[in-house]
């Protein structure tokens, strides 16, 4: 199993198992995890799974692919670090991974 | 206003689940009439996701959501049900017994002798930009949608978004304004490129300002923007001055007039209805699909199709309340082959 971090904006963190091949968005959401909304069930349609990526995980998880970056338009307080959980899949490697959900989803 | 439409049945939502009840109501000859506010029919799967893999269909391994609405459509042509689109259904009244009159916000009157609310997760209307503070400024200095665009003559205006109602109506107001700003989050548009190419034009005439950066908070005083306040991506802040500021952040489904018709909802958004028949607590008004709730929902196409089968049932009682409803199959019934086009099977 893979361990995921998610940070709050308050900076509470909640650290839950992920499954390979899940996405981060799902993994959030079968624990409960507070501050990731999903309104579209993972169809890149809303940008309400908004997250960001810490600093040293960012090239390992990527850079987001065009349609997403579409999304984020529509999302909060966009940084360069911020990515759509539902488009990101967990893999052997993230083990550790820590992402920061931000103050409000769109 | 025109004289109103008459119908056996108003389904409210265009949608997988709307277009199957037409199906469903067509074989036990009842007539429909259906009203979405998109410009498209299909609902969210047209809307939201048309590419989109859906692998739960009984009996379809695999098809896209728009290849699901392309098949519905083909499957209810027999039918011929008349859209309304671009309209959103404001009010439904309850006339008779049961007997309703359905107005559209275009002006649009149904009298209808059921209704089916198969509105999804609600109407979608323009996505209110996450902007906090930006309440008391709605419909007053900021919108949502242009309506009339001589209310923005000799304004200084702030568009706000990357997408093709940011650039219509940047190119669309221009001339007008005593000054204009574009405001995007980064270099790339969503937009037509012969939309972006006209006004990367216009920037280049020094005719409109197009600035890099996200609103983080609005200024101004009882609802009247002053200027907004915009964070570039290199972090710094400074202030757009503005009159107006038009954000066009895509849309989202709200639950929208249905909360005022008095039913009485499910976490506040949703219609319960009887499982045996799909029928809210007003007789004469079904809802099914994912506005409905009822124990043990499930927000699938499939639980919409069984959803919408059940309704007819009940809705032939009040649409021809003196003809016995006899059960049949598509597959031997000779009377419905016959509403169906098809040939009999027969050798």
New interface residues.
């Given amino acids: 199993m893979v361990k995921i971090t998610f940070i709050d904006a308050e900076g509470a963190a909640r650290t839950v198992e992920g499954e390979v091949g899940a996405t981060v968005m799902e993994t959030a959401i079968k624990h409960g995890v507070p501050g990731i909304e999903a309104e579209c069930g993972g169809a890149c349609a809303c940008s309400t799974c908004h997250v960001y990526i810490e600093e040293a995980w960012r090239e390992k998880v990527g850079e987001p692919s065009p349609m997403e970056e579409d999304m984020l338009d529509f999302a909060f307080e966009v940084r360069p670090n911020s990515r759509l959980s539902c488009q990101i899949k967990v893999r052997e490697d993230f083990n550790g991974l820590t992402v920061r959900t931000p103050e409000r989803q769109a | 206003m025109s004289e109103p439409i008459k119908t056996d049945v108003v389904i409210i939502g265009a949608g997988p689940i709307g277009l199957f009840a037409v199906f469903e109501l067509g074989l036990l000859d009842m007539k429909a009439h259906l009203i979405d506010i998109l410009d498209k029919i299909g609902g969210q799967c047209a809307e ?2 048309p590419e ?1 893999p859906i692998y739960d269909i009984p009996g379809i391994p695999y098809t896209s959501a728009q290849g699901l609405v392309d098949s519905l459509l083909q499957q209810i042509k027999p039918f011929s049900a008349q859209y309304h689109l671009n309209e959103m259904v404001d009010t439904v009244e309850k006339i008779g017994d049961p007997l309703f009159r359905v107005k559209t916000d275009q002006g649009k009157e149904f009298i209808s002798k059921i209704v089916v609310i198969a509105a999804g997760g609600g109407s979608f209307q323009p ?1 209110r ?4 503070g930006i309440e008391p400024y709605e419909g007053k200095s900021v919108f949502y949608a242009v309506r009339k665009m001589e209310a923005f003559r000799h304004k200084r205006i702030l568009v706000v ?3 093709d109602s940011a650039l219509d109506w940047t190119l669309n107001l221009a001339p007008l304004a005593k000054h204009l700003t574009l405001l ?3 270099s ?1 548009f ?1 937009a037509a490129p012969d939309s972006v190419n006209k006004m990367m034009a216009l920037v280049g005439e020094g005719k409109i300002d197009l600035v890099l950066g ?1 609103v ?1 908070s609005l200024a101004g005083t009882d609802g009247q923007i002053g200027h907004a306040v915009v ?1 570039t ?1 290199d972090g710094s802040s400074f202030d757009i001055a503005c009159d107006v500021m038009l954000p066009f ?2 849309l ?1 489904m709200k639950l929208g007039p249905v909360a005022n018709w008095g039913f009485d909802l499910k976490n506040n958004e949703l219609i319960p209805v009887d499982t045996a028949s799909f029928e809210t607590s007003v007789p004469g008004i079904f809802a099914i699909g994912d506005i409905n709730w009822y124990p043990g929902k499930l927000k699938l196409i499939l639980s919409g199709f069984h959803e919408a089968a059940l309704m007819a049932q009940r809705a032939h009682h009040y649409v021809y309340p003196d003809k016995r409803l006899v059960f049949q199959y598509t597959t031997s019934s000779t009377s419905l082959q016959k509403k169906l086009g098809v040939a009999p099977a027969r050798g």
């Fill in positions: 939201l996701y989109k996505k930009p996450p902007i906090p978004g990357g997408g995007h989050r980064r790339e969503r996200q983080t964070k991506n952040f895509g989202t």
